[in-house]
C-alpha cells in the first residue's frame, strides 16, 4: 500500500488538511505500506515556500513521518511529455473561449435548465472562428468518453456512479502554460505507485474525472476513500474559514499536544471512541477504515482541550524534563508531579511557578480577615514541610470551629491567589515561610500581597 498526502502550499495546515494526513499516514503505517508528502505547487502565483516550511514542520511536530516527498514544480517536463503524448493521439485539444465567454455559456446552459458542461465548441471551430481567435493564446481540455458510466467503490461512501454526458471535458492546461490540479495529480499517482487516494468528499466530482484520465492513460485506478469534510462554526473547514483558530501551528503555540490533536482526529467521524492516546502505536493498531462514516463531522476546540488535559495530566516528568529547560522554566520532579492535576497544557506550569515564586494579589472577604490573622499566629515557627503544614491545618480547623471548606478556601486564597489547585499542605513548602507569612499578613490587613 501506498498512500499520499498531497497539500497545495498556499496557505498554513489546519485542522482539516491534519486528518486528511494523519489518516493516510496511518492507514499505510497499519499495513506496513508507505506514505508519500506531494507538494501540488503548479500554482506558482499562489504557492509560497514558507507553506511548504510550514506544512513540513507540522507534519514533523504531529510526527507523521514520511518515506519521501516531492514538488510538483520539479515534475514540469514529465507533465509535459505525458501532455504531448495525448495531445498527439487527438485526446487533448486547444481551446480559445475567454473566461468571461466560458461564464456566459454556463450562465446561459443553468437558465435552460441544463447541466452546465463544456459543449466542445472548439471542436467544431469554422475556419472563420479560427481566424477570429488569431493572437489567442489557446488553453487545453482533455476530450472523455461521454458515452460511459464512470463508477468505483469508494471505502467510505460505498458504490458511486456517475454519467460522464454530465462532466466537462477538464482543463488540464492553462493559457500561461501551467497545469490545473487534475492533470498533474494522475500522472504523479501513477508514476509512484499510489494504491490509496485519501481525500474530502468536496473530491468526489474530481475523482470521476480522474478516473477517466487514469484509463485514457491505460493506468490501474486507485482505491478511492472520500471522508466527510471537518466543519468549524458551522461552516466547512479551508484556508478561509476560521483558519485562525483552527491552524495547527496556533494549536501548538495554545499547548495542544501533538497526540491530543492526533487522539482526537483519527477517531472523528468512526464508530471508536475518542480516547487521549500516549502515543500513535494504539491508533495505528486500532485503524480501520470500515470504521468510518459519511455522517458530516464537527471540530471542537472545547473538546480537543478537554483530550489535551488528561494527556498533559499522565505525562512523566521524563517526557516535559526537556521542554522546561527549552521554555527557561525551574521545575523539578517534585513540583511537576504535584501541580500536574491542575494544568491543561505544559506552558501552565509557569503560572504555578509564578504563583509560589512571584508576589501575588488577593482579595479576602472583611469576614475572613480575623480568621486569616489567628491562622497566621498559629503558623510554627520552622521551615514548611508536607507534615508541619498538615498539622497546621488540622489545628486551625481545630481552633476555628470552621468547616473544611470554610478553613482551606480563605486560606489558598490568601497564599496562593485562586481558589482551585494543590493540596495547601504540599504546595506551601514550595512558597516558604516567610513568603506565606507576609502573604497572610497583607490578606488579615484586607489589601494586596504585593
Given at each position: 500500500?501506498?498512500?499520499?498526502?498531497?497539500?497545495?502550499?498556499t496557505?498554513?495546515?489546519?485542522?482539516?488538511?491534519?486528518?486528511?494526513?494523519?489518516?493516510?499516514?496511518?492507514?499505510?503505517?497499519?499495513?506496513?505500506?508507505?506514505?508519500?508528502?506531494?507538494?501540488?505547487?503548479?500554482?506558482?502565483?499562489?504557492?509560497?515556500?514558507?507553506?511548504?516550511?510550514?506544512?513540513?514542520?507540522?507534519?514533523?511536530?504531529?510526527?507523521?513521518?514520511?518515506?519521501?516527498?516531492?514538488?510538483?514544480?520539479?515534475?514540469?517536463?514529465?507533465?509535459?511529455?505525458?501532455?504531448?503524448?495525448?495531445?498527439?493521439?487527438?485526446?487533448?485539444?486547444?481551446?480559445?473561449?475567454?473566461?468571461?465567454?466560458?461564464?456566459?455559456?454556463?450562465?446561459?446552459?443553468?437558465?435552460?435548465?441544463?447541466?452546465p458542461?463544456?459543449?466542445?465548441?472548439a471542436?467544431?471551430?469554422?475556419?472563420?472562428?479560427?481566424?477570429?481567435?488569431?493572437?489567442?493564446?489557446?488553453?487545453?481540455?482533455?476530450?472523455?468518453?461521454q458515452?460511459?458510466?464512470?463508477?468505483?467503490?469508494?471505502?467510505?461512501?460505498?458504490?458511486?456512479?456517475?454519467q460522464?454526458?454530465?462532466?466537462?471535458?477538464?482543463?488540464?492546461?492553462?493559457?500561461?502554460?501551467?497545469?490545473t490540479?487534475?492533470?498533474?495529480?494522475?500522472?504523479?499517482?501513477?508514476?509512484?505507485?499510489?494504491?490509496?487516494?485519501i481525500?474530502?468528499?468536496?473530491?468526489?466530482?474530481?475523482?470521476?474525472?480522474?478516473?477517466?484520465?487514469?484509463?485514457?492513460?491505460?493506468?490501474k485506478?486507485?482505491?478511492?476513500?472520500?471522508?466527510?469534510?471537518?466543519?468549524?462554526?458551522?461552516?466547512?473547514?479551508?484556508?478561509?474559514?476560521g483558519?485562525?483558530?483552527?491552524?495547527?501551528?496556533?494549536?501548538?503555540?495554545?499547548?495542544?499536544?501533538?497526540?491530543?490533536?492526533k487522539?482526537?482526529?483519527?477517531?472523528?467521524?468512526?464508530?471508536?471512541?475518542?480516547?487521549?492516546?500516549?502515543?500513535?502505536?494504539?491508533l495505528?493498531?486500532?485503524?480501520?477504515?470500515?470504521?468510518f462514516?459519511?455522517?458530516?463531522?464537527?471540530?471542537?476546540?472545547?473538546?480537543?482541550?478537554?483530550?489535551n488535559s488528561?494527556i498533559?495530566?499522565?505525562?512523566?516528568?521524563?517526557?516535559?524534563?526537556?521542554?522546561?529547560?527549552?521554555?527557561?522554566?525551574?521545575?523539578?520532579?517534585?513540583?511537576?508531579?504535584?501541580?500536574?492535576?491542575?494544568?491543561?497544557?505544559?506552558?501552565?506550569?509557569?503560572?504555578?511557578?509564578?504563583?509560589?515564586?512571584?508576589?501575588?494579589?488577593?482579595?479576602?472577604?472583611?469576614?475572613?480577615?480575623?480568621?486569616?490573622?489567628?491562622?497566621?499566629?498559629?503558623?510554627?515557627?520552622?521551615?514548611?514541610?508536607?507534615?508541619?503544614?498538615?498539622?497546621?491545618?488540622?489545628?486551625i480547623?481545630?481552633?476555628?470551629?470552621?468547616?473544611?471548606?470554610?478553613?482551606?478556601?480563605?486560606?489558598?486564597?490568601?497564599?496562593?491567589?485562586?481558589?482551585?489547585?494543590?493540596?495547601?499542605?504540599?504546595?506551601?513548602?514550595?512558597?516558604?515561610?516567610?513568603?506565606?507569612?507576609?502573604?497572610?499578613?497583607?490578606?488579615?490587613?484586607?489589601?494586596?500581597?504585593?
Amino acid at each position: 500500500m501506498i498512500t499520499r498526502f498531497a497539500p497545495s502550499p498556499t496557505g498554513y495546515m489546519h485542522v482539516g488538511n491534519a486528518r486528511t494526513a494523519l489518516i493516510c499516514w496511518l492507514y499505510a503505517r497499519s499495513k506496513s505500506g508507505k506514505f508519500l508528502l506531494r507538494i501540488d505547487d503548479t500554482d506558482a502565483s499562489r504557492s509560497e515556500h514558507k507553506y511548504i516550511e510550514g506544512i513540513k514542520q507540522d507534519l514533523d511536530w504531529l510526527a507523521l513521518d514520511w518515506d519521501s516527498c516531492f514538488q510538483q514544480s520539479t515534475r514540469l517536463e514529465r507533465y509535459q511529455e505525458v501532455f504531448d503524448l495525448l495531445l498527439d493521439q487527438g485526446v487533448i485539444y486547444p481551446c480559445y473561449e475567454t473566461q468571461e465567454e466560458l461564464d456566459m455559456k454556463r450562465s446561459m446552459m443553468l437558465k435552460m435548465g441544463l447541466p452546465p458542461i463544456y459543449d466542445r465548441s472548439a471542436l467544431k471551430m469554422t475556419e472563420q472562428e479560427m481566424q477570429a481567435c488569431s493572437g489567442r493564446l489557446p488553453y487545453f481540455r482533455l476530450k472523455i468518453d461521454q458515452s460511459r458510466e464512470i463508477t468505483w467503490e469508494d471505502e467510505v461512501r460505498g458504490r458511486v456512479s456517475f454519467q460522464a454526458k454530465n462532466i466537462s471535458d477538464p482543463i488540464i492546461k492553462r493559457t500561461d502554460g501551467t497545469y490545473t490540479y487534475m492533470f498533474p495529480s494522475v500522472v504523479d499517482d501513477i508514476d509512484f505507485a499510489i494504491t490509496h487516494i485519501i481525500r474530502g468528499e468536496d473530491h468526489v466530482s474530481n475523482t470521476a474525472t480522474q478516473i477517466c484520465i487514469f484509463d485514457i492513460l491505460k493506468a490501474k485506478v486507485p482505491v478511492f476513500v472520500h471522508l466527510p469534510l471537518v466543519h468549524f462554526r458551522d461552516a466547512k473547514i479551508s484556508k478561509r474559514v476560521g483558519s485562525d483558530d483552527i491552524e495547527i501551528r496556533h494549536l501548538r503555540d495554545i499547548g495542544m499536544e501533538p497526540m491530543a490533536i492526533k487522539s482526537y482526529l483519527a477517531r472523528m467521524g468512526t464508530s471508536l471512541p475518542v480516547e487521549p492516546q500516549e502515543n500513535h502505536d494504539v491508533l495505528v493498531e486500532s485503524f480501520d477504515i470500515r470504521t468510518f462514516n459519511q455522517a458530516p463531522i464537527k471540530f471542537s476546540l472545547d473538546d480537543i482541550s478537554r483530550l489535551n488535559s488528561r494527556i498533559v495530566q499522565c505525562l512523566s516528568f521524563d517526557k516535559v524534563k526537556d521542554r522546561f529547560v527549552q521554555q527557561g522554566l525551574e521545575c523539578t520532579e517534585e513540583f511537576w508531579y504535584l501541580i500536574r492535576d491542575n494544568v491543561n497544557t505544559v506552558e501552565d506550569v509557569r503560572e504555578w511557578i509564578n504563583i509560589c515564586n512571584s508576589q501575588i494579589t488577593t482579595a479576602i472577604d472583611d469576614k475572613d480577615r480575623t480568621f486569616i490573622s489567628e491562622a497566621k499566629a498559629l503558623l510554627p515557627d520552622t521551615e514548611l514541610d508536607e507534615e508541619v503544614c498538615k498539622a497546621w491545618l488540622q489545628r486551625i480547623k481545630e481552633t476555628s470551629n470552621r468547616s473544611t471548606r470554610d478553613v482551606l478556601l480563605p486560606l489558598r486564597l490568601a497564599t496562593t491567589g485562586v481558589t482551585t489547585g494543590p493540596g495547601l499542605a504540599q504546595l506551601l513548602p514550595f512558597i516558604g515561610r516567610a513568603e506565606v507569612v507576609r502573604r497572610l499578613e497583607c490578606a488579615s490587613k484586607g489589601h494586596n500581597a504585593n
